[in-house]
């Protein structure tokens, strides 16, 4: 069972406020990830970091951004919600070692910006 | 890394088998298979990987065909808890950063 929690798992928030989502995983894996999921749709990766004080933006575009100060904690931070963010946001980590692709995925934050 | 072809959904009896092909007719030499799931508004749930041989862990088999091109996930006891969708997933070991979720199969397990 992996261990990979998220906070909160959800969130009902007003325009213009300032969140951050909580991701952290107690495996000491070095790869964590951030996806961005509609309801029925696919996965897309927002953010990924190959460690502490690495930090990439994935192939979608987000206006949020991360930080990796420790190698168990990759929060995402939204300055000023939207209600295009509403999404589910799901955190990830993966196993070290080339060719190791065992993403280890955390329940999810459903956001809903009104 | 290559595209996978799965067919969008299939149903199974529960205590049966449940059979998931997936197509991956340009693999190349140095890319895996993976398999996830994703049970509904949960996060995907890694499932099982292999490269050339046939792989089996506690949760499902794996099924390779000799020239790669394409693999079959097997459940040998569907519960209710298996319905889910599955994705067929193919990565190279070199530098890719993300897992590409297609559209998946969506598995329903039937009483």
């Known amino acids: 069972e992996a261990d990979i929690y998220q906070t909160p798992r959800y969130l009902v928030i007003g325009t213009g406020k300032k969140i951050t989502l909580e991701c952290s995983q107690t495996m000491g894996h070095d790869k964590m990830y951030w996806y961005q999921q509609d309801p029925g749709m696919e996965l897309h990766l927002i953010h990924y970091s190959y460690g502490v004080n690495s930090t990439e933006k994935g192939d979608l575009s987000s206006e949020s951004t991360v930080s990796r100060i420790r190698t168990e904690h990759f929060p995402l931070t939204l300055e000023s919600a939207r209600p295009s963010h509403t999404s589910q946001y799901l955190c990830?980590?993966?196993?070290?070692?080339?060719?190791?692709?065992?993403?280890?995925f955390g329940p999810g934050t459903r956001l809903t910006v009104t | 890394d290559a595209k996978t072809t799965q067919p969008p959904s299939m149903d199974c009896a529960e205590g049966r088998a449940a059979n998931l092909p997936c197509n991956h007719s340009?693999?190349?030499?140095?890319?895996?298979v993976y398999w996830y799931r994703q049970i509904h508004s949960q996060g995907p749930q890694y499932i099982i990987h292999g490269l050339k041989n046939n792989e089996t862990n506690e949760m499902a088999s794996l099924i390779i065909t000799e020239d790669r091109k394409s693999s079959t996930l097997i459940l040998p006891h569907a519960t209710l808890r298996d319905t889910a969708v599955y994705y067929c997933i193919v990565i190279g070991a070199g530098s890719a950063r993300q897992l590409t979720f297609g559209s998946g199969t969506q598995l329903t397990v039937l009483p």
């Open positions: 340009t693999i190349s030499g140095n890319e895996y």
């Open positions: 990830a980590s993966s196993t070290p070692g080339t060719g190791r692709y065992e993403q280890y």
